[in-house]
Every structure is written in structure tokens, then in C-alpha cells.
């Protein structure tokens, strides 16, 4: 791999360490540390994602003009600003006020990122794209450890060392990204198209995809907002609550091999890849949902690992086979926004229930959802794609 990959990976581990250190714990530190209601701090992460969604259209925007570069700059400063703010203010209503821009600057990072990480390789194809991922989830790991370790001594070093982090993620981007020369890809225009998307068949199996994918993201975001809040009320550590995003980042970085050889000698087609996923998550939820030790939590969050690997590479894979040619982006463009959705309407959707009712409704409609979401991923290309493709899908 070429050097500016390197310091890109490097840099995306210790920015995602960085954010490993504060959202495994929102939910809990609202809830528990300000006294707001489940809802409440549904509607905090919702505008947390919301500002995400935001960002990332920006930063895409940035990077198509100026370069990735200054893209980078921007985000990580925006994000550095909330940080250091929260550091000092994290009361209520600042709380709600920085991690908002924090989401906001962290979503004007990832589309740059990922461009860079493309340009700089472009032989590499999907190698690049995997390497980041794979340093995404590396940090992820490390800061779900380190993060539980420093909350069982004080909430406020926790802000601290997710300031430390961003402002060591600036100085590799300062000096490390400078001489990364990346041309900023610019569309060029197609008049002569119609705006009106050309194949209607794909796209409609596509977005009946994407419901079910939606449904299996709001049931997967109540593991950082619902269910880290019930881990405290059956006494389970915040550094035992950590250890398990630590083992489900290990765990996506050392069994992708695994996963290949199963997947290539077991799973004959993608629409089979995803179905066992949702019956993995399903089985993950029926787990924890007759547990009260860690251990029982332990054993859902390696399911639930297994079941997220499944999954969530395999919708991309469908959208990009269900494209029309140059049409590849704005795909792709579906899934993202449908996972952020759920990103959104989890955490509020899973509040609410516990407010009103208890944890084991919420379980009951979660495993509902995943029902619906098999539903879904089985007809998704009945009647809309020609059976030579729905046999490859």
C-alpha cells in the first residue's frame, strides 16, 4: 500500500478511537449523569445523527472543491471546538448543543477520508476502502476499551481523552495529509440524461431492501442508547459494558478471513447472506433479552458481531449489482442514508418504548422488526428483477 494510504489508516484509527471514547457511553451519561428520560436522550442522538447526515453531505461538497486536504482540516477543527468545549461544559443544555457540532464535524471527515483513501490507490480498487474500514473498527476497539477504564474513574477524563485524541488526529492530518495531492473528481454534465431514474425495476427492489435494512439499524443502535442504559441497572461495569464494543471490533478485524472461507463454501448468494444475518441478530436479542450477567451480555454482543458481518456488507454488494451504469453513486447514496435513518429513529423509537412500557416489550418489537426486515430481504427482487439476476442476488 502506498504511504499516504498508511498515514490515512493511521489517522482514521485514532480519530475513530477518539469517538469510541464518548459514544458507548452517551446514552448512559444522559440518562444516569443528567437525569433525562430514554426519550430524551433518543432525541439528543437524533440530533446527533441528523447534523452527521448534514456534514457529510458538506464534506463531500469540500472535498469536490477543495481538495481532501482542507476538507479534513475543517471537520476535525469543527470537531475539535465542540470537544474541547464539551470538556469544560458538559451540563445540560451544552451537552446536547457540542455533540450535536460534533456530529456535524465528524460527518464532514468520513467522505474525505474514504475519497483520499480511493485516489491514493486507485489500483488497489476495494483494498483501499477495506483498510479504512478495517482501521475504523481497530479504533473503534481500542477506544471502547480504554474508554470503559477511564469512566470507572472519572466522567471527566473521558472528555479529556477524546479532546487528546482529535487534537493528535490534527497534527497527523497537518503534517501527515499536506502533500497528499488528490484531484478532486469533478461530474461531468449529462444533459442529454433524463433526471428521472432509468431503471425502476432495480431501484424499487432496492428500496425494499433498504426498509428491512432500516429496521435491522434500529434495532442494532439500541446496543449504545436502550440497552447501555439497562447494563446499569443490573449492575454491569461501564468498563465490563465497554469490553463488549472492544470484542465486537475485534472481532470484525481478526474473522474477516473466517467469514470468507464460510461464506464461500456455505452461503451460495447474497439474498441467503442476509437472511442468516437477521436470523443471528434475531437469535443476539432473544440472548439478551433472558439476561441479567455480563456474561449472558458477552455471549449476545459475539452473535450480534457474527450477524453484523453477515449484513452489512452484503446491502452495498446488492446496490452496487443493482445499479444502472453511472448510477453507482447515487445507490450507494440510498444505503448510507438508510442506515443513518436508523441511526436516528432507534434510539428515540427504543426510548419511548421503555419509557412508556419495559425492556422486554422493546425486545418483543425488535425481534418483530427483524421479522419483517426477513420478509423484506426475501421478496426484495421478486417481480421487479429478471431471474437471471435475481439468481445472482
Same mark, same amino acid.
Not at 468520513?110 to 483520499?116: G, K, R
Given at each position: 500500500?502506498?504511504?499516504?494510504?498508511?498515514?490515512?489508516?493511521?489517522?482514521?484509527?485514532?480519530?475513530?478511537?477518539?469517538?469510541?471514547?464518548?459514544?458507548?457511553?452517551?446514552? &448512559?451519561?444522559?440518562?444516569?449523569?443528567?437525569?433525562? @428520560?430514554? /426519550?430524551?436522550?433518543?432525541?439528543?442522538?437524533?440530533?446527533?445523527?441528523?447534523?452527521?447526515? &448534514?456534514?457529510?453531505?458538506?464534506?463531500?461538497?469540500?472535498?469536490?472543491?477543495?481538495?481532501?486536504?482542507? /476538507?479534513?482540516?475543517?471537520?476535525?477543527?469543527? /470537531?475539535?471546538?465542540?470537544?474541547?468545549?464539551?470538556? +469544560?461544559?458538559?451540563?445540560?443544555?451544552?451537552?446536547?448543543?457540542?455533540?450535536?457540532?460534533?456530529?456535524?464535524?465528524?460527518?464532514?471527515?468520513?467522505?474525505?477520508?474514504?475519497?483520499?483513501?480511493?485516489?491514493?490507490?486507485?489500483?488497489?480498487?476495494?483494498?483501499?476502502?477495506?483498510?479504512?474500514? *478495517?482501521?475504523?473498527?481497530?479504533?473503534?476497539?481500542?477506544?471502547?476499551?480504554?474508554?470503559?477504564?477511564?469512566?470507572?474513574?472519572?466522567?471527566?477524563?473521558?472528555?479529556?481523552?477524546?479532546?487528546?485524541?482529535?487534537?493528535?488526529?490534527?497534527? &497527523?492530518?497537518?503534517?501527515?495529509?499536506?502533500? +497528499?495531492?488528490?484531484?478532486?473528481?469533478?461530474?461531468?454534465?449529462?444533459?442529454?440524461?433524463?433526471?428521472? *431514474?432509468?431503471?425502476?425495476?432495480?431501484?424499487?427492489?432496492?428500496?425494499?431492501?433498504?426498509?428491512?435494512?432500516?429496521?435491522?439499524?434500529?434495532?442494532?443502535?439500541?446496543?449504545?442508547?436502550?440497552?447501555?442504559?439497562?447494563?446499569?441497572?443490573?449492575?454491569?461495569?461501564? /468498563?465490563?459494558?465497554?469490553?463488549?464494543?472492544?470484542?465486537?471490533?475485534?472481532?470484525?478485524?481478526?474473522?474477516?478471513?473466517?467469514?470468507?472461507?464460510?461464506?464461500?463454501?456455505?452461503?451460495?448468494?447474497?439474498?441467503?447472506?442476509?437472511?442468516?444475518?437477521?436470523? +443471528?441478530?434475531?437469535?443476539?436479542?432473544?440472548?439478551?433479552?433472558?439476561?441479567?450477567?455480563?456474561?449472558?451480555?458477552?455471549?449476545?454482543?459475539?452473535?450480534?458481531? &457474527?450477524?453484523?458481518?453477515?449484513?452489512?456488507?452484503?446491502?452495498?454488494?446488492?446496490?452496487?449489482?443493482? @445499479?444502472?451504469?453511472?448510477?453507482?453513486?447515487?445507490?450507494?447514496?440510498?444505503?448510507?442514508?438508510?442506515?443513518?435513518?436508523?441511526?436516528?429513529?432507534?434510539?428515540?423509537?427504543?426510548?419511548?418504548?421503555?419509557?412508556?412500557? @419495559?425492556?422486554?416489550?422493546?425486545?418483543?418489537?425488535?425481534?418483530?422488526?427483524?421479522?419483517?426486515?426477513?420478509?423484506?430481504?426475501? +421478496?426484495?427482487?421478486?417481480?421487479?428483477?429478471?431471474?437471471?439476476?435475481?439468481?445472482?442476488?
Amino acid at each position: 500500500m502506498p504511504r499516504a494510504l498508511w498515514l490515512l489508516i493511521i489517522g482514521m484509527a485514532v480519530n475513530s478511537t477518539g469517538s469510541s471514547f464518548l459514544w458507548p457511553l452517551n446514552t &448512559i451519561y444522559i440518562h444516569d449523569h443528567l437525569g433525562k @428520560s430514554l /426519550s430524551m436522550a433518543g432525541v439528543v442522538l437524533m440530533l446527533n445523527s441528523g447534523a452527521s447526515v &448534514i456534514g457529510n453531505l458538506i464534506g463531500g461538497s469540500f472535498f469536490d472543491k477543495y481538495g481532501g486536504y482542507k /476538507s479534513i482540516l475543517v471537520g476535525i477543527g469543527i /470537531s475539535l471546538f465542540a470537544i474541547i468545549g464539551l470538556s +469544560i461544559w458538559h451540563g445540560w443544555p451544552e451537552y446536547v448543543i457540542f455533540l450535536t457540532i460534533i456530529g456535524l464535524g465528524t460527518g464532514v471527515i468520513f467522505p474525505s477520508m474514504y475519497a483520499m483513501a480511493g485516489s491514493v490507490w486507485v489500483e488497489g480498487g476495494r483494498k483501499a476502502f477495506n483498510a479504512v474500514y *478495517v482501521a475504523q473498527n481497530l479504533g473503534v476497539a481500542v477506544g471502547a476499551a480504554l474508554c470503559g477504564i477511564v469512566a470507572d474513574y472519572s466522567m471527566q477524563l473521558i472528555f479529556l481523552a477524546n479532546a487528546v485524541m482529535y487534537i493528535i488526529f490534527f497534527f &497527523i492530518a497537518v503534517f501527515g495529509y499536506r502533500n +497528499i495531492t488528490v484531484s478532486p473528481v469533478k461530474q461531468k454534465k449529462k444533459s442529454e440524461e433524463p433526471l428521472h *431514474v432509468k431503471n425502476k425495476r432495480n431501484l424499487r427492489a432496492l428500496l425494499i431492501l433498504c426498509s428491512g435494512y432500516l429496521l435491522c439499524w434500529v434495532a442494532y443502535v439500541q446496543w449504545t442508547t436502550t440497552i447501555a442504559s439497562y447494563t446499569q441497572e443490573i449492575h454491569i461495569s461501564l /468498563s465490563q459494558y465497554s469490553l463488549l464494543w472492544t470484542i465486537n471490533g475485534a472481532l470484525i478485524v481478526l474473522g474477516q478471513p473466517l467469514l470468507n472461507s464460510v461464506l464461500k463454501r456455505w452461503v451460495t448468494s447474497l439474498k441467503i447472506q442476509m437472511v442468516t444475518g437477521i436470523i +443471528i441478530f434475531i437469535i443476539s436479542f432473544v440472548v439478551v433479552g433472558n439476561s441479567s450477567t455480563f456474561l449472558g451480555f458477552l455471549l449476545g454482543m459475539i452473535i450480534l458481531t &457474527i450477524g453484523e458481518m453477515f449484513i452489512w456488507p452484503a446491502v452495498p454488494t446488492v446496490a452496487f449489482s443493482l @445499479s444502472p451504469k453511472g448510477r453507482e453513486g447515487f445507490y450507494q447514496g440510498i444505503v448510507n442514508s438508510t442506515a443513518t435513518g436508523g441511526r436516528m429513529l432507534g434510539p428515540l423509537l427504543g426510548g419511548i418504548i421503555v419509557d412508556l412500557y @419495559s425492556m422486554s416489550t422493546l425486545f418483543t418489537i425488535l425481534i418483530a422488526l427483524f421479522l419483517v426486515a426477513i420478509i423484506t430481504t426475501l +421478496i426484495y427482487d421478486r417481480a421487479t428483477v429478471p431471474r437471471t439476476v435475481r439468481g445472482q442476488i
